[in-house]
């Protein structure tokens, strides 16, 4: 079992670092994911973290990354919702680190 030590918390992880339970995210969980993945947060990245846990509570899944980028476009704007600002924000992979940080599940198109 992978754990995430914060203060006084434990937060289980699955092998691959993603929230066996997304109830138990918070900010100070996202900067410590991020951490984990040398990955300073900037204000950038939170529009896309937030963008993402209101994507999956509203609709209840995960969009494969064509969808992703057409959402963040929708929403954000056309100079967010492409994949060359998305890979800048992420650059081992928009979808799988934006939903790693937002504390949700991994995106089944995602290996």
Request: a positive charge.
């Amino acid at each position: 079992m992978v754990t995430l030590k914060l203060k006084e918390q434990s937060i289980v992880l699955t092998e691959e670092g993603f929230l066996h339970d997304f109830r138990a995210w918070d900010e100070s969980v996202a900067i410590a994911l991020a951490r984990r993945e040398g990955l300073v947060l900037s204000e950038a990245h939170w529009e896309i973290i937030r963008f993402m846990r209101a994507y999956y509570l509203r609709f209840q899944h995960l969009p494969n990354m064509r969808m992703f980028v057409k959402a963040v476009a929708q929403t954000l704007g056309h100079e967010k919702g492409n994949s060359g600002y998305l890979h800048r924000l992420f650059p081992k992979g928009p979808l799988h680190y934006a939903c790693k940080l937002a504390g949700l599940p991994k995106p089944p198109y995602c290996l």
